[in-house]
RNA sequence: GCACCCAUAGCUCAGCUGGAUAGAGCGUUGCCCUCCGAAGGCAAAGGUCGCACGUUCGAAUCGUGCUGGGUGCACCA
């Protein structure tokens, strides 16, 4: 139920019926016909394109379609009034029916409204976080957890069908590295002095791997050289990192469907596979690269390498896939990773990177282009940096890590949900203050508390009420007699409650869940306006002391709102509260 | 040197994939509580949408070229 769907369906008819009269030339391209809000509310409830995309190919002036097609939608029951204005906008302002009807469907649909089946059923994987598995996460995991996370919710609740995955690098040396701090900590658990040697991990969270690993192992392995204990210590300590990272991601409310091990990759021919598939269409070929320009490496020598032609999908220079020495480099079972999400048959790959990666981007996609014979397409959005502030001074804090602040720092101090709302502020390619006094501040100056507020007014209302001896489920509110909602604040606010489909549509379609976040604030703007207008104007209040029929009216009004404010925090795994304290 | 991202009110940012006179919040100024939660609301002031061309009925939005900031650029992941 979208009513601007709806109302470009009236349009297209409209000029159908005009064709049929022959005041149009039959069989025009109506897929550049728009209805959306005009952006000055005084224009009307709803603008069309129509006469103005169509004239050239109808060879007639904007001017006159517009007229005639005014003249068309006014015989529909739903619009009160038709004007053309400007260059060849209509403009049309639906009957306030049509907006207390909105109010009728979204107390009957609840946390349904806006629901949509867009998405078709297509099968969408969202890579996301995919942190590496050598500590806790830290504050630039979380934006990208969140984003992901949100986005996930969206999609599904907008009718794909969504797999929440995360890639674990446990192939590289990084968890090698993991490994040899692990066992200075186990020498530390037996009582010896650890050797914090610099490129290792120094952080606190690797005392506990240590006493586990002495737990396991004893003294077994104090005397032992590395190649003796490195497999088991670095599966071993891994283990434990992704126990950890699972805790935190938990912490913060997002939960995995998949974890894809890198390492897994390995020996299981997949790579291979993957890089063969490639080198089928001709892709894949010996080579040299040139030395990048500009920049000065002294240790620069040309290497004859394995190279993929991603120049042909779309990528500035090849790129190795293996190393001199024959291993394979970070790219490989990268290709092979993403070879096997395609195998797996999903429509639509989503990647949400940090910013360091972008130069990753065009190579990912060039893979992906190369591997599904450009069938799946793959976006992948580049989350920006969180600046964390407290007070307004920059914040750096290191007290498990050692050197970097962790999610769990985040979460312990803000709380998930507010961290969550936060995140979602800014669009994703943009970078984003975090200041922990403020996001905790209970003001309008912070928009979680801002859009909580509204929610708990609501349940307010309906507190107050039920306390004057005025109780309604929703079913009652949707029997409601609807009609007394006529006052220009209240439609303003309903009409506010009709663009929820439509933004979640452009949300979903843009894959920005941040426009979630805009939005519920705007909705929850309107909601304190109507409320404070109840200061100056009784008749506004929404409980109206003793008369029913016009207190469930105006309360309708009100817990539609919150439905959608509901709803809303609901796509963006935030809790609505009932109640400030 | 190349690629990607960003540039909109004094500050922090939206802007519905090309629509009309570009919008919020903060800050500034002035108002509104006997009254559902003032933890709110109303109003005013504030703009060459970084610059210049171009595309078309129409550009903050698309293209090209600049300027300024960020990020990344062979055997790291």
New binding site residues.
């Given amino acids: 139920m979208n009513l601007f769907a709806e109302l470009r369906v009236a349009v297209v008819q409209s000029l159908a019926n005009l064709a049929e009269r022959g005041l149009l030339p039959s069989g025009l391209d109506t897929s ?1 016909v ?1 209805v ?5 509310p ?3 409830d709803m ?1 069309t ?1 129509a006469a ?2 169509l ?2 190919a109808a060879g007639l002036s ?1 001017k006159a379609i517009a007229e005639a097609l005014a003249e068309e939608l006014a015989k529909d029951p739903r619009i009160a009034a038709v004007d053309v ?7 049309m302002r639906l009957t306030a029916a049509v907006w207390q009807d909105i109010v009728k469907v979204i107390l009957t649909t609840g946390l349904d409204y806006g629901r949509s089946t867009l998405g078709n059923g297509a099968k969408v994987n969202i890579e996301f976080v995919s942190a ?1 598995p050598t500590g806790p996460m830290h504050v630039g995991h979380v934006r990208g957890a969140v984003v992901g996370d949100a986005l996930a919710r969206l999609l599904a609740f907008s009718g794909w069908k969504v797999t929440r995955e995360y890639y674990i ?1 446990d ?4 968890v090698d590295v993991l490994a040899r701090s692990a066992f200075e900590r186990y020498r530390e658990a037996n009582g010896l002095e650890p050797e914090i040697r610099e490129g290792l991990y120094p952080g606190d969270y690797l005392i506990p791997v240590g006493e586990a690993l002495k737990a396991k192992y004893g003294d077994s392995l104090l005397d032992k050289g590395e190649q003796y204990w490195m497999k088991d210590v670095r599966e071993f300590a891994t283990e434990m990192m992704m126990v950890e990272i699972r805790g935190d991601l938990a912490q913060l409310g997002v939960q995995m469907d998949v974890f894809s091990s ?1 390492k897994a990759l390995y020996g299981t021919g997949k790579i291979e596979a993957a890089l063969q598939a490639l080198r089928d269409q001709g892709l894949i070929y010996e080579g040299v ?1 040139e ?5 000065t ?7 004859q ?1 394995t190279l993929f032609r991603s120049t042909a999908h779309g990528d ?2 090849d ?2 896939v293996m ?3 024959g ?5 490989a079972p990268d290709i092979a990773y993403h070879y096997d999400k395609v195998q797996r048959g999903f429509d639509q790959l989503i990647d949400i990177f940090g ?8 190579r990912m996609k060039a893979a992906v282009s190369a591997l599904s014979n450009g069938r799946v397409p793959l976006d992948i959005k ?1 989350v ?2 969180v600046k964390l502030f407290k007070g307004g001074e920059p914040f750096k804090m290191s007290k498990r890590a050692g050197t970097f602040v962790t999610l769990r720092d985040v979460v312990e101090q803000a709380g998930a949900d507010v961290t969550r709302f936060m995140m979602l ?3 994703n ?5 975090f200041d922990f006094d403020k996001v905790l501040e ?5 928009p979680v ?2 859009v909580q ?1 509204a929610h ?2 609501v349940n ?2 309906l ?3 039920a306390e004057a001896g005025m109780s309604f489920s929703d079913a009652d509110l949707a029997d409601a007699d609807l009609s007394q909602l006529e006052h220009e604040a209240e439609l303003k606010l309903a009409r506010q409650l009709g ?1 929820w489909p ?2 979640i ?2 949300a979903a ?4 869940p ?2 979630i976040a ?1 939005y519920l ?2 909705l ?2 309107d909601f ?9 104007d ?1 008749s ?4 109206q002391e003793g008369n029913v029929a016009t207190s469930a009216a ?1 309360i309708a009004m009100a817990r539609s709102t919150g439905v959608v404010i509901a709803t809303g925090l609901g796509i963006l795994g935030v809790k609505p509260v009932h ?3």
């Fill in positions: 550049g728009s959306e809000p005009p952006r000055d005084a224009h009307g603008m394109n103005m995309v004239s050239k904007p204005a400007g260059p060849g906008f209509i403009n590496n690098n192939g590289g040396a990084q890198e690269l030395p990048p320009k500009g920049k490496l002294d240790d620069w020598e040309p290497r390498q500035d220079v790129r190795p190393k001199s020495d291993s394979w480099t970070y790219f910013a360091d990666h972008g130069g990753y981007v065009k580049l920006q940096l502020t800014r669009k390619d943009v970078s984003l203050d209970q003001s309008k100056d912070n508390f801002y507020y708990a007014r307010s209302v507190r107050k009420a663009e439509r933004l549509e452009i379609k843009s894959n920005e941040h426009r805009f604030y705007e929850a703007s304190h306006s109507l409320w404070n207008r109840g200061n100056d009784s506004l209040r929404f409980i105006k109640e400030m304290r």
